[in-house]
């Protein structure tokens, strides 16, 4: 699941786009886990995604009830895993219009919202497994004008933008409606 999860991140990454339409994160800028100490000094664009949450409780609980359309057996299915992750993922910019956006340009956070919301909220993790990904809040600024004016140490802005994931293991079985009858018409 965790491979699914970072799959799915780096693809979303790697799509957001700065406004003169090129790349704003590609493979060697984005990082899952400790960040080199000196990537900043470097390069003004890269993303650090920390696993915020790792939570795993089993589960007995019969989640659907379905019957078949012969309305001869039922489909049961239970849920016998949870999982859920919670990634919080740092976005670095060189420029605060890069990460919050202005005038008609959408801003690094906002696409990263966007591309979450409008593709699959639902993703395949392996067999008869899905992950189902919900976006939390983005940290705002308290104050666009602190964030626009010049800092006093060089480095660059930041915005922080929470991803969860949630999935689990299921199984399913058929019961017959009624088990093990025959039913055979005698005429008197």
């Known amino acids: 699941m965790?491979?699914?999860?970072?799959?799915?991140?780096?693809?979303?990454l790697k799509g957001l786009k700065?406004?003169?339409e090129s790349g704003a994160y590609s493979d060697g800028a984005i990082f899952f886990g400790n960040m080199a100490t000196d990537h900043l000094k470097d390069n003004d664009y890269a993303v650090n995604c920390l696993m915020l949450q790792d939570r795993k409780k089993k589960d007995g609980r019969i989640v659907s009830r379905i019957r078949n359309e012969a309305c001869t057996e039922y489909?049961?299915?239970?849920?016998?895993?949870?999982?859920?992750?919670?990634?919080?993922?740092?976005?670095h910019a060189k420029r605060w219009e890069d990460l919050w956006g202005e005038g008609g340009y959408t801003g690094l956070v906002d696409q990263l919202e966007q591309k979450i919301t409008e593709t699959s909220r639902v993703i395949a993790d392996a067999e008869n497994r899905a992950i189902r990904v919900s976006l939390h809040d983005a940290v705002r600024p308290w104050s666009m004008d602190d964030e626009a004016g010049q800092r006093t140490k060089r480095r660059p802005h930041t915005a922080i933008v929470r991803v969860e994931f949630i999935g689990g293991i299921y199984t399913t079985w058929t019961v017959p409606i009624v088990p093990d009858v025959e039913i055979s018409p005698e005429y008197r």
């Open 2 to 12: 965790i491979e699914a999860c970072k799959t799915y991140l780096s693809a979303r």
């Open 18 to 20: 700065l406004p003169d």
């Open 75 to 91: 489909a049961f299915t239970r849920r016998r895993f949870s999982r859920t992750v919670l990634y919080r993922c740092f976005l």
